[in-house]
């Protein structure tokens, strides 16, 4: 069977002006929303927000909406996406948004579709500090007020894609967005945080947010008869029993007793456990396992446990999927990587506490995994004494060692100066200048002050001040030299792989990862998704070999402006040289392993710089334009 799409429809509208066209983009030519908005992103410094061919289908995990352009955060190309919003955008019977120019004022888009009609497009100015300082505040207070002015004109739910303060005070504004049921949010908010991309809605694009819609109905792929087909065919399962399998961890995982992302990394994560910002890579294996028993299985993990998984408070992003990955207690939203940078890292141990911290974040508008990262660096800089707390706009200083911590009320301690610290980053004036990013403050810190604060500050480097903070895993993978870090776009696997095979395999996971994104699928899924989206597109489209040619070179053409800079932390070097030590005393007795782990004992930062570069050249190997 057949599907008859031809072109990805584009609507581009200029926020400075308001005018607005279509433009159609032969498939083939392009995939999706990452090879098109890579495209659009080159010739207009375009915002793209789209869905991938399979939106709306009958395939579980297919309505992800992507957000693609050049990264205020990571000075590159970047891709960045949220759940289940592409069910809502594909009513408007179209494939990508492109937003170019920039409004006077910040402003809100409207975009609606009534059935087969023309799309309605409207942008109005809104007062930013009238809204995000009430209610629930922030992003949360722009999506509920974006629906009492625009919601009555849709026949069914739109969906809300908002921005919060850290947009316009910080290069690290994430966008917002939750299901709408009934003219109401659910609290199922999910987020394009990696990347930045809010600050460039709303400070390069003057978007405060989008609200959008429709009823249009364009042909989908819905016949669940062929899909079983295909599914019995590799894995003599229906869909949704092997998708059911595939997605196991995200619900429930009966080998563990937990589900989620926060179930099961946090039970699993043991004795390789980062906390106290990186800190505990300096303990022994002991220690650590000694921690992670006391502070997280027995009251961190547990009340996670109690709370959510065992009364089955969990939710899906929008679509209808089995994955239910939302875990929740009353309103706040679990997941492993916020509850990680702003928990254990930022020294919380503590649901109540990570609780508090990460709904502010969340409420101002703040990539989560980033900035818990630069809180845990600026709490470890307040505790080693390099600044003080009128240095950072607070009054206190965090406990920040495990001796005689007490986990509820030190905790607590923790997130309200935690909170505190966002706070300065979102004033005016504030102390925390994070407009030109936390690298740029790092430097200025250390240039000003002593080399060591940017030494305790574990990110990547990119350009000249681009930077990223590294997803949560004790793995080299984290800190490799790729054109798109903070995704999956590498190995984040706990075995010890050679730096020059790391690489390469950085680059095949690159691949993969990009090839799901460009057709918009969720990651969840890719347990089936990698193997059988290449055969969906073959007989769908009939162009399988094009489109898998079409991944190796969009992927060689963002790998072609990796821009990535050696690591300028001292820490990034023993985070790497404390995790090959780990993989000596855990019994690897690989050659590979023994060699490097000399070479950093006898000089760290050359056998760092080389380390590396062995990556850059692996990475390059396999992802070389022929």
């Known amino acids: 069977m057949q599907m008859n799409k031809s072109h990805l429809k584009t609507l581009f509208v200029d926020a400075g002006t308001g005018f607005y066209k279509i433009g159609r983009y032969e498939l083939g030519n392009f995939w999706g929303p990452v090879d098109l908005g890579a495209h659009l992103s080159r010739k207009h410094d375009s915002l793209s927000i789209g869905t991938g061919l399979l939106a709306g289908s009958i395939f579980p995990g297919s309505n992800r909406l992507f957000f693609t352009g050049y990264s205020p955060c990571w000075h590159g190309f970047f891709i960045s996406s949220m759940g289940g919003a592409g069910l809502v955008f594909d009513n408007l019977g179209i494939n990508l948004l492109s937003i170019v120019g920039k409004a006077r004022t910040p402003s809100i888009l409207y975009l609606n579709r009534s059935h087969g009609e023309e799309i309605e497009v409207e942008l109005r100015p809104v007062n930013l500090n009238e809204i995000w300082y009430k209610g629930e505040k922030g992003v949360y207070s722009l999506m509920e007020h974006c629906l009492s002015m625009y919601g009555h004109r849709y026949e069914k739910d739109p969906r809300v894609l908002a921005t919060g303060p850290a947009s316009l005070y910080t290069d690290l504004g994430?966008?917002?967005?939750?299901?709408?049921?009934?003219?109401?949010?659910?609290?199922?908010?999910?987020?394009a945080g990696r990347g930045g991309f809010g600050t460039k809605m709303l400070k390069i694009h003057g978007i405060a947010a989008v609200i959008f819609g429709g009823t249009f109905v364009d042909e989908d792929f819905r016949d669940r008869s062929v899909?079983?087909?295909?599914?019995?065919?590799?894995?003599?399962?229906?869909?949704?029993a092997k998708d059911i399998e595939a997605t196991t961890k995200y619900r429930y995982d009966p080998a563990f007793n937990t589900g989620g992302t926060f179930g099961v990394n946090f039970t699993t994560v043991k004795d390789n456990i980062l906390a106290f910002n990186y800190r505990?890579?300096?303990?022994?294996?002991k220690e650590r396992a000694d921690l992670h028993?006391?502070?997280?299985?027995?009251?961190?993990?547990?009340?996670?446990?109690?709370?959510?998984?065992?009364?089955?408070?969990q939710k899906n992003c929008g679509e209808p999927c089995a994955a239910v990955c939302k875990k929740f207690y009353k309103k706040f939203k679990k997941d492993f990587e916020p509850y990680q940078t702003m928990g254990p890292l930022c020294?919380?141990?503590?649901?109540?506490?990570?609780?508090?911290l990460?709904?502010?974040?969340?409420?101002?508008?703040?990539?989560?995994?980033?900035?818990?990262?630069?809180?845990?660096?600026?709490m470890e800089c307040l505790h080693e004494n390099l600044l003080e707390p009128e240095d950072l706009g607070v009054k206190d200083k965090p406990v920040f060692t495990p001796e005689r911590f007490d986990i509820v009320n030190d905790s607590m301690h923790n997130a309200s100066l935690a909170i505190n610290l966002l706070e300065e980053a979102i004033k005016e004036n504030g102390k925390i200048n994070l407009r030109e990013g936390a690298r740029k403050f790092a430097r200025s810190l250390a240039h000003a002050r002593n080399k060591r604060i940017i030494d305790l500050f574990v990110f990547n480097g990119f350009a000249r001040h681009g930077w990223m903070v590294p997803n949560q895993y004790w793995t080299p993978g984290v800190l490799s030299p790729m054109s798109i870090m903070g995704k999956y776009y590498m190995n984040y696997g706990k075995k010890f792989i050679e730096p020059r095979e790391l690489g390469r395999e950085n680059a095949r996971r690159m691949l993969q990862e990009l090839m799901i994104d460009n057709i918009g699928f969720c990651r969840f899924h890719r347990a089936w998704a990698e193997e059988l989206v290449p055969e969906i597109v073959g007989k769908l489209f009939?162009?399988?070999?094009?489109?898998l040619n079409s991944v190796k070179m969009t992927a060689s053409r963002i790998h072609s402006r990796n821009a990535s800079i050696f690591w300028e932390s001292r820490r990034n070097m023993d985070f790497v040289f404390n995790f090959l030590k780990k993989k000596k005393e855990e019994g690897d007795n690989n050659p590979e392993l023994i060699k490097w782990l000399g070479e950093f004992e006898k000089n760290t930062n050359e056998a760092s710089l080389q380390f590396w570069y062995e990556i850059h050249k692996g990475a390059h190997e396999v992802l070389r334009e022929f």
Do not use: C
Request: charged share 25%; net charge negative.
């Open 358 to 378: 990460n709904r502010e974040a969340d409420s101002m508008g703040f990539d989560a995994i980033s900035i818990g990262g630069v809180l845990a660096w600026l």
């Open 347 to 356: 020294g919380i141990f503590d649901q109540r506490a990570a609780e508090a």
């Open 174 to 191: 994430a966008i917002g967005s939750a299901p709408v049921n009934k003219g109401k949010l659910t609290q199922a908010d999910t987020w």
């Open 293 to 313: 028993e006391k502070f997280i299985v027995n009251h961190y993990l547990k009340q996670f446990n109690e709370e959510t998984i065992n009364q089955k408070q």
């Open 542 to 547: 009939g162009e399988k070999e094009k489109f």
């Open 227 to 240: 899909a079983d087909s295909w599914f019995q065919d590799h894995y003599q399962k229906k869909m949704a």
């Open 280 to 285: 505990t890579i300096y303990w022994s294996d």
